[in-house]
Nanobody, 114 residues
């Protein structure tokens, strides 16, 4: 079975940083485009960042310049480095492997609060 396991979430002060990790198993990781989504209370799930199999990236306008997505194919892991965090970044962050259908992790909570 395909498994995506997120980690690294937690409570951080405004302006702080976190690194999220997503460890993948049960798939040929290097062939997959990977992405991070987030869902805040009362809001739709939104795409945060995406990285293709060859390393091309794109970001939501709201996080551009603050977040960086990367991947380590040898470790079968995708990362999301988050800087200058603000309250609006508070959400459950989900790892996604693009397929038909997509695969999803269980999510990791990020809370930005003083």
């Amino acid at each position: 079975q395909v498994q995506l396991v997120e980690s690294g979430g937690g409570l951080v002060q405004p302006g702080g940083s976190l690194r999220l990790s997503c460890a993948a198993s049960g798939l040929i990781f290097k062939r997959y485009h990977m992405a991070w989504y987030r869902q805040a209370p009362g809001k739709q799930r939104e795409l945060v960042a995406r990285i293709t199999d060859n390393g091309d990236t794109n970001y939501a306008d709201s996080v551009k310049g603050r977040f960086t997505i990367s991947r380590d194919n040898a470790r079968r892991t995708v990362y999301l480095d988050m800087n200058s965090l603000q309250s609006d970044d508070t959400a459950v962050y989900y790892c996604n492997a693009e397929d038909q259908p997509n695969y999803w992790g269980q999510g990791t909570q990020v809370t930005v609060s003083s």
